[in-house]
């Protein structure tokens, strides 16, 4: 099983930025993924999950309409596409599989599979 996430940076504040993680090795499609986040000194924490097949996703309240989290089962990709960046944005990102096919709760536990993470910066 393989993550590799992509896609992080250096940003100004207000500014868009696009992750993407390109997932092998596993029956992608039949897993719910989902990206977290891990600020320092701050424990790794839930951003946005999505059912297997697209139909559901899920955000944690603080980034609620500026992110929009997707799939393509196709080429075994996820996206987290990342509007109106805040400075408490800043973290390395890690996309993730979950455990069974189906979850019903998106934590950090559910996850059994992590990408290498990938680092954002927002400036003010």
């Known amino acids: 099983v393989q993550l590799q996430a992509f896609g992080g940076g250096l940003v100004q504040a207000g500014g868009s930025l696009r992750l993407s993680c390109a997932a092998s090795?596993?029956?992608?499609?039949?897993?719910?993924v989902g990206w977290f986040r891990q600020a320092p000194g701050k424990e790794r924490a839930f951003v946005a999950g999505?059912?297997?097949?697209?139909?559901?996703?899920y955000y944690t309240d603080s980034v609620k309409g500026r992110f929009t989290i997707s799939r393509d089962n196709a080429k075994n990709t996820m996206y987290l596409q990342m509007n109106s960046l805040k400075p408490e944005d800043t973290a390395v990102y890690y996309c993730?599989?979950?455990?069974?096919?189906?979850?019903?709760?998106?934590?950090?536990?559910?996850?059994?599979?992590w990408g290498q993470g990938t680092q954002v910066t927002v400036s003010s």
């Open positions: 993730a599989a979950s455990k069974t096919p189906i979850v019903n709760t998106y934590r950090v536990v559910d996850f059994g599979s």
């Open positions: 090795g596993f029956s992608f499609d039949d897993y719910a």
């Open positions: 999505i059912t297997w097949n697209g139909a559901d996703t």
